[in-house]
């Protein structure tokens, strides 16, 4: 009996217990679909429209001239910071480099755990493909999901950091890899990856049981090989759109980064990328739209199944995906009301898209591009300027592959009506005179994308980038702010009437949202590549940034990025939380650093070896320490390294993996001779007049 009472007791302290814990939010499908989430960040995009939109005010734009640092986090093992931080009831949740996940308490300022999933232990000899950064992590009932570069989907207990499950959701034997945020709906956790530049890729995104991490679908972007069987109607009718062997070179349409979940009609919209290769001429010889590259597609969250699609870039050529953003919001366009889908992908057209249907409702430029004329809104189709397909061998082409818009956030102010775009201008010369369509072969963990790219640095004044103001119903530029070199990074908006933005040169800046005034700016002393965050706790909102140089224009920027002053290592990464009225200082910030490419007189450069060398240096070097060996600050410039000098030191790091923990992987697809005339190639670099100013 007194076991009876004592076990009851226990009972009733747990319920108590419980019942206090209870006031914690719970995030799940009714708060990531509300605008109020009580001061928190719950999702990539803030809630399920992925509009980045806050309706917190304290901070507005009558007072945000006295915002000032509240606390800072020096991340002394990070590298690139592209995430966007959650923060859900007083803790931040955001991963750093290789995929390491902090929790932060943003009351004491301290770190509360660490989960290292050992990337680049777990990618072994596939770390030749895949870089540092990730943009994001998902939150669903107690849990953390990291999607890791090496391909793993990871579930990991919020409050202890422990792993609870962790699925492989790629063949590690292809050369694929994720730099994607996760996303959660119904007790679903959905993934995609990226790589279709590396290898023959198959896009795909997966569903996976948020409890347990069973698949629950998986939904295919191009068609497999006819002889293998279609896996449904839905290739079916996609494979009537490729020709050729396409399925011989994978096709592409790897989903890299926008997945939107649509709770009013429970769909999952996917933004799909560009053919694998580039280059139509290898993928599908005769032509055709090759769906479902470069489209919105629209699938149930339940099944996995195909609802609707609309291909921005039919049969695309240039590496134009429409992996960006994807932002729900109701807009009146003529009266009527619009349950509108926006997308502002890579090829600089804005589409106003009714996502009940899937029509096409409007798409204008809202950047330099002359790929296309214009879209017929009749048939939603492009009209595509003569030449553009560089029909003849070479073409210059507006944009180039890293589009008017790339992944830094676009945001969506529904006080305002504006998109906020993070935009570049930028060509880009596209050319195969000097490869044979017929005798192209897909490469194996080595960047060809069936096109020639990155074989040349450009000048620091190649590209330009702006911030843009764009009215979807009127489809017109509001505003528009010039910005520094290419690559800023993705926007916060706010009832504040705010918009804010870090850019490439590590200033973080916030204007009006409905002029484009400039308010307030602060350097942070190193270039920002990360989207804002604001948050609520204790009754006062905050605004928090990560600052951390990162992204693909950070490895393959040549000049562009080398420009800013971030070279490798130079500078110190953190976290930076601001407040109204802030006192707090920021710590030291060390100076900008340039690299000085070494002549080393006493080095003979054969000129057949250094050509050799440039087409290696191109497939297996570029894509992390920079065009022609200008780095942009990912990866050490090699120009300037004595290790070049050094044959037997060069040897232990490319073959022997020396510095494989560092991140700089082991190559063993690279021959003695190769590796030789790379050598050649960065001497006849480093002598070459410098296009990097200096600082
Ligand atoms: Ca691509």
Known sequence: MKQQILAACAAFALTLLSGAASAATVVD????????????????????????????????????????????????????????????????????????????????????????????????????????????????????????????????????????????????????????????FRDKVIIGNGGTEWGPARGYVTAYDTATGKMAWRFYTVPGNPADGFEDETQAMAAKTWTGEWWKHGGGGTVWHGITYDPEFNRVYIGTG??????????????????FLCSVVALDADTGKYVWHYQTTPGEAWDYNSNMDIVLTDLKIDGKPVKALLHAPKNGFFYVIDRSTGKLLSAEKFGKVDWAEYIDIKTGRPVERKGARYEDGEELVWPGPFGVHNWPAMSFN??????????????????????????????????????????????????????????????????????????????????????????ADGVLVAYAADTGKSLWEMPLG??????????????????????????????????????????????????????????????????????????????????????????????????????????????????????????????????????????MPQFKNISKDDLEAVRHFIRREARKQNLTPQG
């Open 526 to 663: 190193l270039g920002i590549s990360a989207p804002p965050i604001t948050y609520e706790v204790d009754g006062k909102q905050y605004i928090a940034q990560l600052v951390g140089w990162g992204g693909s224009m950070t490895a393959t920027g040549g000049s562009l990025s080398a420009q800013h002053g971030w070279a490798y290592g130079a500078q110190p990464r953190r976290l930076v939380v601001f407040e109204l009225d802030g006192k707090a200082k920021l710590p030291p910030m060390p100076p900008k650093a340039f690299a000085k490419p070494l002549a080393a007189p006493e080095f003979t450069v054969y000129a057949e070896l250094a050509k050799r060398g440039s087409h290696v240096w191109s497939q297996s070097c570029g894509m992390c320490h920079g065009p022609a060996g200008t780095a942009g600050g990912y990866a050490p410039d090699l120009r300037a390294s004595p290790v070049l000098l050094d044959e037997k030191a060069l040897h232990a790091i490319v073959f022997d993996g020396a510095l494989k923990e560092r991140g």
């Open 274 to 291: 560009n053919g694998s290769p580039w280059n139509q001429k290898m993928r599908s010889p005769g032509g055709g739209d090759n769906l």
């Open 29 to 184: 499908d009714a708060s990531l679909g509300k605008l109020d989430q009580g001061g928190n960040w719950l999702g990539y995009g803030r809630n399920y429209t992925e509009q980045r939109y806050s309706p917190l005010e304290q901070i507005n734009a009558k007072n945000v001239s006295k915002l000032g640092v509240a606390w800072t986090l020096d991340l002394p093992n990070d590298r690139s910071l592209t995430a966007t931080p959650l923060v859900v009831d007083g803790v931040m949740y955001f991963n750093g480099s290789y995929n390491v996940v902090h929790a932060v308490d943003v009351r004491t300022h301290k770190e509360i755990w660490t989960y290292d999933p050992k990337t680049i232990e777990h990618a072994g000899d596939r770390a030749t493909i895949m870089w540092d950064w990730n943009r994001g992590i998902a939150f669903w009932k107690g849990h953390v999901f990291i999607a890791t570069v090496d391909g793993r989907l990871i579930s990991v207990d919020a409050k202890t950091g422990q792993p609870a499950w962790s699925v492989e959701t790629i063949d590690p034997k292809n050369p694929l890899f994720i730099s994607g945020a996760p996303r959660v």
């Open 414 to 503: 529904p006080d305002t009506g504006l998109a906020y775009i993070p935009s570049i201008e930028m060509a880009g010369m596209f050319s195969d005179k000097y490869t044979k369509p017929k005798a192209w072969e897909s490469p194996s963990f080595k960047f060809d994308p069936g096109v020639d790219f990155l074989r040349e640095d450009g000048p620091a004044d190649w590209g330009a980038a702006f911030l843009r103001a764009w009215d979807p119903i009127t489809q017109k530029l509001r505003w528009e702010v010039k910005l520094p070199g290419v690559w800023n990074a993705g926007t916060l908006t706010t009832r504040g009437n705010l918009v804010m933005e870090g850019r």
